[in-house]
């Protein structure tokens, strides 16, 4: 499967904004999906995952409360919805897949398909 991430660009403290994860070559309905991001200097950290089904969905503490992550099966595509933005929250932002079962779902080593990334910057 390739991924294609998309919608990332400039905004406001306190504003919103959702990114997609684009899919082509396989239904994403095959895989668990997984959002992570990556700011200067740090290591990538998991963000949200969703289950193949749509239905339980994960989030880390840092964005629980204020995204979402969902699927669009006729559009084969993921989004990641995150409001009340925090310049904290600037990274690049990858989806990623897995046909896995197993493992921890916030380990990226899980998931071996990777989107190429979306820069989300946020001022103050």
């Known amino acids: 499967v390739q991924l294609q991430a998309s919608g990332g660009g400039p905004v406001q403290a306190g504003g919103s904004l959702r990114i997609s994860c684009a899919a082509s070559?396989?239904?994403?309905?095959?895989?668990?999906m997984g959002w992570f991001r990556q700011a200067p200097g740090k290591e990538r950290e998991f963000v949200a995952a969703?289950?193949?089904?749509?239905?339980?969905?994960v989030y880390a503490d840092s964005v629980k409360g204020r995204s979402t992550i969902s699927r669009d099966k006729a559009k084969n595509t993921v989004y990641l919805q995150v409001n009340s933005l925090k310049p904290e929250d600037t990274a690049v932002y990858y989806c990623?897949?897995?046909?896995?079962?197993?493992?921890?779902?916030?380990?990226?080593?899980?998931?071996?398909?990777w989107g190429q990334g979306t820069q989300v910057t946020v001022s103050s």
């Open positions: 070559g396989h239904s994403l309905s095959n895989y668990f």
């Open positions: 969703i289950s193949r089904s749509g239905g339980p969905t």
């Open positions: 990623a897949a897995t046909t896995s079962v197993t493992g921890d779902y916030h380990d990226s080593r899980r998931y071996g398909y």
